[in-house]
């Protein structure tokens, strides 16, 4: 008999689509394996349906667990490495000569971290563009989280046909793994590092597949004067000429557009993942999330890799992408409480193609968050979607279910020895600062090799970046 989870007390956010939310006070939700089968007032639950396993949620919120919907995951291990430098420098002079010195352990490691802190802070889902992908998938399977995976391409590096071929292999192997728990797209890194005849041969093994794309677009204002340079066109558009958007789309960034851009995402249902914070760090930008809505675009939140953004907290992605709305055009009214929730949420969800997910409704996946709301800074209580956006923390957070599983009990993570992803990811980070700063500065005796039995990816540009 599959397992029966009632979360009973708390005050649910239920409800299918992409308007406000049903609070039920006093509310229940009913997981029946995988599978939220009631959510609403408890006195509409069939009284003779039994849980194997009860919670207590009174006093609490209870959430769709939350979607983070582009990140690089294992660049937790560089978190903190190189801060407060411009885009370009940031990346040549310091992500891709560490980068270059990544093995397929640190990235499962570095995933491991980024999860656990992904977990304890709501996050249920991620979309991680990077490399030695299938330890990442490796890290998703055993520590039970979602996630829509794939390789970064880069068309113009050394290597770029084993990357594609490592890139396939994971569609093939993990795409649909963990009772359907994985997805995996191909991802064309973005339009400066891809030409189109590279484009082209990844769509051919796209169609092939039949795979998602996941991409960076229209990131940064140079980036949209160097492709219209090359191209004569603006990034989204030249992506749409080459066929990308034939196939599922998933967009990070898509800061800089006009209005034919925001009419093609529109048309081909492009799913665009907004990263505040690092669109802020990195200095590239403001997205225009409201018009995108407007013209019926997918949107969800992300936080990007944790060496741009330096955390993945989505609590803060969602403060942040609410207030840059209203400040930007002295609107107040712009991008309300109930829109950020929705697009860490469902809007997440959708931009990832995950089917039935990130809602609190009947026949959807149980990925669920409650939050605890003894903290002083959720006193009093007024408005409580008001209350989860502007005000809640990721320490607020007490259980995770994924998949209708308990992944986080009392704050405590069930499937991740965190003291020991602690330990690993800061040797590991030590030796990656080490040899990047060697790489910058010439050889030196300090340059020790990978770890027995790693080998390092030995194309330079690996295929991360933000
Ligand atoms: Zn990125």
């Given at each position: 008999?599959?397992?029966?989870?009632?979360?009973?007390?708390?005050?649910?956010?239920?409800?299918?689509?992409?308007?406000?939310?049903?609070?039920?006070?006093?509310?229940?939700?009913?997981?029946?394996?995988?599978?939220?089968?009631?959510?609403?007032?408890?006195?509409?639950?069939?009284?003779?349906?039994?849980?194997?396993?009860?919670?207590?949620?009174?006093?609490?919120?209870?959430?769709?667990?939350?979607?983070?919907?582009?990140?690089?995951?294992?660049?937790?291990?560089?978190?903190?490495?190189?801060?407060?430098?411009?885009?370009?420098?940031?990346?040549?002079?310091?992500?891709?000569?560490?980068?270059?010195?990544?093995?397929?352990?640190?990235?499962?490691?570095?995933?491991?971290?980024?999860?656990?802190?992904?977990?304890?802070?709501?996050?249920?889902?991620?979309?991680?563009?990077?490399?030695?992908?299938?330890?990442?998938?490796?890290?998703?399977?055993?520590?039970?989280?979602?996630?829509?995976?794939?390789?970064?391409?880069?068309?113009?590096?050394?290597?770029?046909?084993?990357?594609?071929?490592?890139?396939?292999?994971?569609?093939?192997?993990?795409?649909?793994?963990?009772?359907?728990?994985?997805?995996?797209?191909?991802?064309?890194?973005?339009?400066?590092?891809?030409?189109?005849?590279?484009?082209?041969?990844?769509?051919?093994?796209?169609?092939?597949?039949?795979?998602?794309?996941?991409?960076?677009?229209?990131?940064?204002?140079?980036?949209?004067?160097?492709?219209?340079?090359?191209?004569?066109?603006?990034?989204?558009?030249?992506?749409?000429?080459?066929?990308?958007?034939?196939?599922?789309?998933?967009?990070?960034?898509?800061?800089?557009?006009?209005?034919?851009?925001?009419?093609?995402?529109?048309?081909?249902?492009?799913?665009?993942?907004?990263?505040?914070?690092?669109?802020?760090?990195?200095?590239?930008?403001?997205?225009?999330?409201?018009?995108l809505l407007a013209a019926g675009v997918t949107v969800g939140l992300a936080s990007d890799g944790a060496a741009s953004t330096n955390h993945l907290d989505l609590f803060e992605e969602m403060r942040l992408a609410a207030n840059l709305q209203k400040v930007s055009r002295y609107d107040a009214t712009a991008l309300p409480a109930w829109q950020v929730l929705r697009l860490a949420t469902v809007g997440g969800a959708r931009a990832l193609g995950f089917d039935r997910l990130g809602c609190l409704a009947p026949g959807y996946l149980a990925d669920i968050v409650i939050l605890d709301l003894r903290a002083p800074h959720l006193w009093p209580r007024h408005d409580l979607t008001s209350l989860v956006v502007y005000s809640a923390k990721a320490?607020?957070?007490?259980?995770?279910?994924?998949?209708?599983?308990?992944?986080?009990?009392?704050?405590?993570?069930?499937?991740?020895?965190?003291?020991?992803?602690?330990?690993?990811?800061?040797?590991?980070?030590?030796?990656?600062?080490?040899?990047?700063?060697?790489?910058?500065?010439?050889?030196?005796?300090?340059?020790?090799?990978?770890?027995?039995?790693?080998?390092?990816?030995?194309?330079?540009?690996?295929?991360?970046?933000?």
């Amino acid at each position: 008999m599959p397992s029966r989870v009632l979360i009973e007390g708390g005050w649910v956010f239920a409800g299918e689509g992409s308007g406000p939310f049903d609070i039920v006070g006093d509310g229940v939700v009913a997981v029946e394996g995988e599978r939220i089968i009631y959510a609403g007032p408890a006195s509409g639950l069939d009284p003779s349906w039994q849980p194997t396993r009860r919670i207590d949620a009174r006093g609490k919120i209870v959430l769709p667990g939350l979607v983070n919907a582009h990140t690089h995951h294992a660049m937790s291990l560089l978190r903190g490495y190189a801060d407060d430098v411009p885009l370009m420098p940031w990346l040549e002079e310091h992500i891709w000569p560490a980068e270059a010195h990544l093995t397929g352990d640190d990235v499962y490691w570095g995933t491991l971290l980024a999860i656990a802190e992904s977990l304890l802070a709501g996050v249920t889902t991620f979309a991680d563009m990077y490399f030695f992908m299938d330890r990442v998938a490796q890290a998703v399977l055993e520590t039970g989280v979602r996630a829509h995976l794939s390789r970064g391409l880069i068309g113009v590096a050394p290597g770029s046909d084993r990357a594609l071929e490592e890139g396939k292999a994971l569609v093939s192997g993990f795409h649909g793994a963990g009772d359907g728990r994985i997805r995996c797209a191909l991802a064309p890194h973005a339009p400066y590092t891809c030409p189109p005849p590279y484009v082209a041969r990844v769509l051919e093994a796209a169609a092939a597949l039949g795979c998602p794309i996941h991409t960076h677009l229209a990131e940064t204002r140079a980036e949209v004067e160097q492709i219209r340079a090359q191209y004569g066109k603006s990034p989204i558009q030249h992506f749409a000429e080459l066929g990308v958007f034939q196939h599922e789309t998933l967009a990070a960034h898509c800061v800089h557009l006009d209005e034919a851009d925001i009419a093609l995402l529109a048309e081909h249902r492009v799913g665009v993942a907004h990263n505040p914070i690092s669109n802020c760090k990195l200095a590239s930008g403001i997205a225009p999330v409201p018009e995108l809505l407007a013209a019926g675009v997918t949107v969800g939140l992300a936080s990007d890799g944790a060496a741009s953004t330096n955390h993945l907290d989505l609590f803060e992605e969602m403060r942040l992408a609410a207030n840059l709305q209203k400040v930007s055009r002295y609107d107040a009214t712009a991008l309300p409480a109930w829109q950020v929730l929705r697009l860490a949420t469902v809007g997440g969800a959708r931009a990832l193609g995950f089917d039935r997910l990130g809602c609190l409704a009947p026949g959807y996946l149980a990925d669920i968050v409650i939050l605890d709301l003894r903290a002083p800074h959720l006193w009093p209580r007024h408005d409580l979607t008001s209350l989860v956006v502007y005000s809640a923390k990721a320490a607020d957070v007490d259980t995770v279910l994924v998949h209708g599983k308990v992944l986080v009990d009392g704050g405590e993570l069930l499937t991740i020895d965190l003291e020991r992803v602690e330990h690993e990811t800061q040797q590991r980070a030590e030796r990656l600062a080490r040899l990047g700063r060697a790489a910058r500065t010439g050889p030196a005796d300090e340059n020790p090799p990978a770890p027995a039995g790693e080998a390092a990816d030995p194309s330079p540009r690996g295929g991360a970046a933000q």
